[in-house]
């Protein structure tokens, strides 16, 4: 995976200026001081939410991993334990 970390900061920014220029191409008068306030609030909380999501998934994903990661473990360690009981039982047959 590429970066993990969530920036409501950059979330922000790229909200707004996305619904900033979508509404720019719209056939509308030009936005308002109220308008662009507004714009402002709604990028904002919508940037928290996605990022709180985003947060959210990689959590998820980290504890996957980890929970493969400790399966893993786990096989390996028993394939080594029988490896190691066959060379005892060979050992001692001879």
Do not use: C, W, Y
Not at 34 to 42: A, P
Not at 61 to 88: G, I, M, N, P, T
């Amino acid at each position: 995976m590429e970066n993990n970390k969530v920036s409501k900061k950059a979330l922000n920014s790229l909200l707004n200026d996305s619904m900033r220029e979508v509404i720019s191409n719209l056939e509308l008068p030009k936005p308002s001081k109220r308008v662009k306030k507004e714009l402002d609030r709604s990028s904002k909380k919508l940037a928290a939410v996605f990022a709180g999501l985003l947060k959210k998934e990689n959590r998820k994903a980290k504890k996957e991993r980890k929970k493969l990661f400790f399966v893993e473990d786990v096989l390996h360690q028993k394939k080594d334990k029988k490896s190691k009981r066959l060379k005892e039982t060979t050992v001692n047959a001879e």
